[in-house]
Every structure is written in C-alpha cells, then in structure tokens.
Nanobody, 124 residues
Framework: QVQLVESGGGLVQAGGSLRLSCVAS????????LGWFRQAPGKEREFVAA????????YYADSVQGRFTISRDNAKNTVYLQMNTLKPEDTAVYYC?????????????????WGQGTQVTVSS
C-alpha cells in the first residue's frame, strides 16, 4: 500500500505561482510513475502531468505545458508540481497519484493510489 499526502494548495492571483508537494509513505516510490491530476466542480478529473520513476521522462497536458513543471525526489519519496503563470481556469482540486504501469500515464484509471487532494484557487 502507498499513502499519498498533498500540500501546498491555496489562493493566488492570476499570474502567480504555487508549488504543490506530495509525500508518499508505506512503500518506496522508486519504481512508480507519479502523476498530478485535477478536478474542477462539475468536471471530470483530468491529467495534468506525470513523471517516470527515474525522472527522465515527463508528460504534460497541453493546457499546462510551459507553465507547470513536475519533478521528484526519490530519496524523499516526494513529487512536486511547480505551477507558474496561473490562470483562473487552473482552479481545481489537485491530486497526486501513483502507478506501477509506465506504459500510459495519462488516464486516471491507470493509477492505483491517490492522495486526498489539495485545493488551488486562482482569482482573476
């Protein structure tokens, strides 16, 4: 079992930045793909970014490409999401997730473990 706990959410003005963190416990994340997803009210959960277990490969949704950066520190069992140039449409609950299946990191169904989420609100 893997337990994931996100932190770093909050309220920020458009154009601002936030850094989300997700700490894992229960099992090392060294062999897991880690992803960030988000879900806005009334919408489906959507892929934001993912990172391979070595950190050598990263994946981004088109909507965040160039603004968000995912990274990981396996020694600390932590994955990060640096979010810059935030927009009101980035407002959502952000979840981190882990999967041992590296073949397709995009769909939520590929992930076995989920955090409880952290709220990000971007004001205009």
């Amino acid at each position: 079992q893997v337990q994931l706990v996100e932190s770093g959410g909050g309220l920020v003005q458009a154009g601002g930045s936030l850094r989300l963190s997700c700490v894992a416990s229960g099992r090392t994340l060294r062999r897991y793909v880690l992803g960030w997803f988000r879900q806005a009210p009334g919408k489906e959960r959507e892929f934001v970014a993912a990172i391979s277990w070595t950190g050598g490969s990263t994946y981004y949704a088109d909507s965040v490409q160039g603004r968000f950066t995912i990274s990981r520190d396996n020694a600390k069992n932590t994955v990060y999401l640096q979010m810059n140039t935030l927009k009101p449409e980035d407002t959502a609950v952000y979840y981190c997730a882990a999967t041992a299946d590296w073949r397709n990191p995009y769909p939520p169904r590929a992930y076995d473990y989920w955090g409880q989420g952290t709220q990000v609100t971007v004001s205009s």
